[in-house]
């Protein structure tokens, strides 16, 4: 069992910045950011490789957020910058142990509690 305990949600003015970090209780393959907004389905952000360190962003925000992980203290972040209030949503930090590492929540068992981000114009 794996536990993820996110950080550094908060309100933020269009344009602003933020990064949100996620603790891992242990090993992780992959570790992912999604977002869901109220009325929106959950929507994939970011995710990671452990062991290579490569990663995908969607298209949503490419260019803007940037996902990146600190191995030894098992911490993924989400870099967010140019936030737009269609960012707004809570923001979940997700993990698997190996295996498929897309943008898909099926592909990971192990989530967060979630950390709100609002934006506002």
């Known amino acids: 069992q794996v536990q993820l305990v996110e950080s550094g949600g908060g309100s933020v003015q269009a344009g602003g910045s933020l990064r949100l970090s996620c603790a891992a209780s242990g090993y992780t393959g992959c570790m992912g950011w999604f977002r869901q907004a109220p009325g929106k389905e959950r929507e994939g952000v970011a995710r990671i490789l452990s062991l290579s360190g490569n990663t995908f962003h969607a298209d949503s925000v490419k260019g803007r957020f940037t996902i990146s992980r600190d191995n030894g203290k098992n911490t993924v972040y989400l870099q967010m910058t140019s936030l737009k209030p269609d960012d707004t949503a809570m923001y979940y930090c997700?993990?698997?142990?190996?295996?498929?590492?897309?943008?898909?929540?099926?592909?990971?068992?192990?989530w967060g509690q979630g950390t709100q981000v609002t934006v506002s114009s």
């Open positions: 997700a993990a698997n142990r190996g295996g498929l590492c897309r943008l898909n929540s099926a592909d990971f068992p192990y």
